[in-house]
């Protein structure tokens, strides 16, 4: 079988950590169509995005039919499909939140296979010219992957990739999930949603994970994971490479953290340390 390609996705953090829910097959449309967006450059209202029938098939692995009906009907509903964006945001500091459509329009070329999509103007800030706080990954990484809530919960443990660790309260995670009223006992939503997700992270993308629970008295608060590259996917090291960069765990940002500095700036910080070959004084 052909080696699918490394199609990449980037979004802003923002984005990642938005309130929103799509089925599986809507996120397969819709990363395909970020996957179209370099993130270094300027968009502009109303730009299309182009997907044929042999990108879906090519990097999804499905049939014909298949791949003709996430053109036609999953495309509608994609278009129906909102999201929550919670602020600050750097660019309207008066905003505390934004809720807009993904899609501004959709438009189907005739007998060609394919269609194009426009994403909103509110959404365009949180996908162009992209500097920092934001988060990249192979496609391939989810191609797989047969949970939409396996994705989420990938792009919110990429996002912390540098960190290895990451902490989140379980009402947030719900909320960020879209859940409302689903599976409210907290067996159901580790039966249901977070188990199944794992094992499909384990199985089918390039990281490896395991979370534990944390408790106040008798009822579950928050989930902590643990992840990291998996070994015969990580970067091999020639003979010639640079000393090891120091990795930005919890522990080390925390520990280098300035006094008042929020954890993010903080994280942000010791990056542009890392990657400029110093160390925090």
Not at 58 to 78: K, T
Not at 184 to 201: G, H, M, S, T, Y
Request: proline share 6%.
């Amino acid at each position: 079988m052909p080696r699918k390609p490394n199609v990449v996705v980037t979004k802003s953090n923002h984005l990642v950590e938005a309130t929103y829910a799509l089925s599986l097959a809507e996120q397969r449309l819709h990363l395909l169509a970020l996957a179209r967006v370099d993130s270094r450059v300027p968009l502009t209202v109303g730009i299309c995005h182009t997907i044929t029938l042999a990108d879906v098939m090519e990097i999804y692995g499905v049939s014909r039919p298949q791949a003709y009906d996430l053109l036609c009907q999953v495309a509608h509903r994609l278009y129906a499909r909102s999201v929550v964006i919670h602020g600050p945001f750097p660019h309207q500091p008066g905003i505390a939140l934004i809720e807009t459509r993904w899609v501004a329009s959709i438009r189907y070329h005739d007998g060609h296979g394919a269609l194009s999509i426009v994403f909103a103007p509110d959404i365009l800030p949180f996908l162009s010219q992209l500097r920092e706080r934001f988060t990249s990954y192979h496609l391939t990484s989810v191609a797989s992957m047969t949970s939409g809530y396996a994705i989420r919960l990938y792009e919110l443990l990429v996002q912390w990739r540098e960190a290895g660790s990451r902490t989140v309260e379980l009402v947030w995670l719900r909320e960020r999930l879209q859940l409302g009223d689903k599976y409210p006992n907290i067996r159901d939503f580790k039966n249901r949603i977070l188990q199944p997700a794992i094992e499909q992270i384990n199985a089918h993308s390039d990281l490896w994970v395991k979370w534990e629970q944390h408790k106040r008295g008798r009822v579950i608060h928050a989930l902590t994971f643990t992840f990291g590259q998996k070994a015969e996917q990580a970067p091999k090291l020639s003979s010639s490479s640079k000393p090891a960069k120091p990795k930005l765990t919890t522990e080390y940002i925390q520990k280098h953290a300035q006094p008042g500095e929020s954890w993010e700036d903080a994280r942000v910080r010791l990056q542009g340390l890392v990657d400029q070959g110093k160390t925090p004084a």
